[in-house]
Structures are given as structure tokens and as C-alpha cells.
């Protein structure tokens, strides 16, 4: 396509003979964007050196001296954030691009050994005594003034992460289904709160325009804790009345997320408000069999029949409205 404008202004002697062949030498050369491949390489540099240091102090722990590897992480830690400081861009509460490469590397890098200089320090020194909750908050509120200082995605959800531990659960979605005891009442309600909380935050950064590209990770995360925790919440007074208040609950929020992700044409997100959703009623279709003890093979038939035929629509909706945002992209 750029050779035949480049030709096109060659005919009209708009480009001499000079420039169009120096033009055509560097169009030739097919040139490519390896932008990711070298994000890969530095983050796995990171993660590689990290677990290598890691690795040393495991097996020489005996020889080195807890003293020695302290003051050495402190050493390199001070020096990743020394230099990020140094060379960091001009706050703004809009996107920031990192002053260079490999900026924001070292500023992960700093942030992780940040992080391991105080889980050290606690676990070998008692330094918080048994207040594990100080523990967890004082890393927690360095992470978040980090992520919101230098603009880092990744630090982020290290921040996030980090409250999710200051709260005393996990907030990764497949540790919660594996291990997550979800007969206890206040351990739901403790999701339903860390939820709640990063939904919240996600709704003010975007209406508040401070650092609304931080939505995503906000609401990426809040909305499978908040929608695990109300599932839980159903299926724990599933013979019961309340059944159908967390039923209506997770219904309206699954409405609400679906204007919103259709409004910002995020399809991700129209996919998740939807399958949770949909498993909430067929949820709701087992305890209404329940309810009028259609237990015969009848039933069971019948509700096999439901589930089929909404799964069928179920795909044809979401078909229907990807191509929808397709064309609306367009226009």
C-alpha cells in the first residue's frame, strides 16, 4: 500500500529519483515489531533472577548468614527504587509512559525483592510479633502507592493481591474453588466484601478519571470474587428462601456489568456477566423442580431438555452480540 502512494508521487515528480529508491530499499526490508518478544524476555529475566537469588539463598543460607542476605536484598532493593525514582516521569492521573525499556522491570524488580526483604524479616526476626495483619498492611499500602506513583499495571495486582491477604483469604479465583470453605457464612461474606470493595474502585476510577485505565484490573478481579462469593451464598441457602435474594442479587449484578461492559464494548466481560448469570439459573430451575418435587424421570428429562436448549441459545446470544460490537466498532 505505501509503495504505490510512494510510486504515485514519483509519477506526479512530487518524490525525486533519490528519495523514491531509498523509500522502496526500506519498505523492502519488512520490518517487524518484536515489542512483545522483548517484554517476554525482560519479564522472564526478572522472574528468572528473582528464583535464582532465591535459589542461592536456599542452599547457602547455612554459610552466607540471615544478616548478609537481608542487607543484600535491602542493598538491591534500594537501588532499583533509587534509579526508578531518579529517572520517573511527571505524576498525572492519566497514563504514563515508562521513561524507557526497561523502567518499569526494575521497578518489579524492586517491588518484589520489596516484598521479600519483609516476609523475610517477619519470618526470621518476628519483627511485627503476632501482628500478622500490620504485617500484611505495610506492604500492602507500598504496593498501591507504587502501582499509583509510577503507573504499573503489574504492581497493581501485586497491590490487590496484597489486600486480599491483609483480608485473610486468597483472591485468585482457582485457589478459591480448590480450597475455599464455603459452608462458612463470614468467609463468604468477607468475599462478598473484598468484591464489592474492587468493583467500587473500578466504578470510581473511571467516573473520577484518576487512573481509569486501572479499571480492568479492578474489575477483572472483583467481578469472579464477588460472583464466586454470591454463588456461594445461593447454593448455602439453596432450601431455603433466601435462595432467591442471592438469586435476584447476582442477577442484577450480572445485568448491571452487562450494560457497562457493552457500553465500553468489552466482550470479556459481556461473556463473564452472562455465563455466571446463566449459572445462576439453572441453578434457579433445579430448586423450582425441588419446590414442586418434579422428581421423576420426567423431571429429570425435562430439565436435561432446558439445559441443552439454553446452552444452544445461550451461544447464539453470544454470537449474536460479538458480531454486534463488531459492527459497532466499525461505524
Known amino acids: 500500500m505505501a509503495s504505490n502512494i510512494y510510486k504515485q508521487l514519483h509519477e506526479q515528480s512530487l518524490l525525486n529519483d533519490e528519495s523514491y529508491e531509498r523509500l522502496q530499499k526500506r519498505e523492502s526490508l519488512n520490518l517487524f515489531s518484536v515489542h512483545w518478544e522483548l517484554n517476554l524476555l525482560l ?14 539463598i536456599y542452599k547457602n543460607i547455612d554459610t552466607i548468614g540471615h544478616q548478609a542476605i537481608l542487607a543484600f536484598i535491602a542493598l538491591l532493593c534500594i537501588g532499583c527504587f533509587y534509579y526508578c525514582f531518579k529517572h520517573k516521569a511527571p505524576f498525572s492521573s492519566q497514563n504514563v ?5 526497561g523502567f518499569d522491570y526494575i521497578l518489579l524488580l524492586g517491588s518484589i525483592l520489596m516484598v521479600t526483604f519483609l516476609g523475610y524479616i517477619q519470618y526470621q526476626y518476628n519483627l511485627f510479633g503476632n501482628n500478622y495483619n500490620l504485617a500484611a498492611f505495610i506492604p500492602m499500602v507500598i504496593l498501591f502507592f507504587i502501582a499509583y506513583r509510577f503507573d504499573h499495571l503489574g ?3 501485586m497491590a490487590i493481591t496484597s489486600l486480599a491477604v491483609w483480608m485473610g483469604i486468597s483472591v485468585t479465583p482457582k485457589t478459591l474453588l480448590l480450597i475455599g470453605d ?21 466504578w470510581l476510577t473511571e467516573k473520577f478519571r484518576f487512573k481509569k485505565h486501572f479499571k480492568f484490573s479492578y474489575q477483572n478481579y472483583g467481578t ?39 457500553k ?7 461473556l463473564t456477566s452472562v455465563l455466571y448469570g446463566y449459572i445462576t439459573l439453572c441453578g434457579l430451575g433445579i430448586r423450582m423442580l425441588d419446590l414442586f418435587e418434579i422428581k421423576n424421570i420426567g423431571g429429570f428429562y425435562l430439565l436435561l431438555l432446558l439445559i441443552i436448549s439454553s446452552t444452544i441459545g445461550l451461544i447464539f446470544f453470544l454470537i449474536n452480540t ?3 460490537l463488531k459492527s459497532d466498532d466499525h461505524l
Open 97 to 101: 509512559a515508562s521513561p524507557n525499556t
Open 264 to 270: 465500553n464494548h468489552s466482550f470479556y466481560f459481556i
Open 182 to 202: 464455603f459452608s462458612s457464612l463470614t468467609l463468604i461474606y468477607t468475599y462478598l466484601l473484598l468484591g464489592f470493595i474492587l468493583l467500587a474502585a473500578a
Open 155 to 157: 504492581i497493581l495486582s
Open 322 to 324: 460479538y458480531k454486534n
Open 43 to 56: 519479564y522472564t529475566g526478572v522472574l528468572l533472577l528473582t528464583a535464582g537469588l532465591g535459589t542461592l
Open 224 to 262: 469472579h470474587v464477588t460472583f464466586i462469593a454470591l454463588l456461594a451464598g445461593f447454593f448455602h441457602f439453596f432450601e431455603h428462601a433466601y435462595a432467591l435474594m442471592w438469586c435476584a442479587v447476582i442477577l442484577s449484578l450480572a445485568g448491571y456489568l452487562y450494560r457497562d461492559a457493552y
